[in-house]
């Protein structure tokens, strides 16, 4: 099972960027099948680009230092 440290040191990486445009990315859940699942807020909350920035920033960071991840979702 993926832990909770383990995704919380890789948003740790990605959180500059995401905070650097007014928004920020909180963890709300593992789920048992290691699906990670993420609220982006603050600015992110309405901005087109989010979808992006969850896939080409948040997903690939996360998959890159947590490989037993199987998919990162977006929860509002």
């Known amino acids: 099972m993926v832990s909770?440290?383990?995704?919380?040191?890789?948003?740790?990486?990605?959180?500059?960027?995401?905070?650097a445009d007014g928004g920020d990315v909180i963890l709300d859940e593992i789920t048992e099948d290691n699906v990670v699942?993420?609220?982006?807020?603050?600015a992110c909350v309405g901005c087109p680009m989010s979808t992006m920035t969850l896939k080409q920033g948040v997903e690939k960071v996360l998959e890159a230092n947590v490989p037993d991840i199987k998919e990162v979702k977006a929860v509002s």
Do not use: C, F, H, T
Request: hydrophobic share 35%; charged share 40%; aromatic share 0%.
């Open 4 to 19: 909770e440290e383990e995704v919380e040191n890789a948003l740790d990486e990605v959180r500059p960027s995401i905070q």
């Open 37 to 42: 699942k993420v609220k982006l807020v603050g």
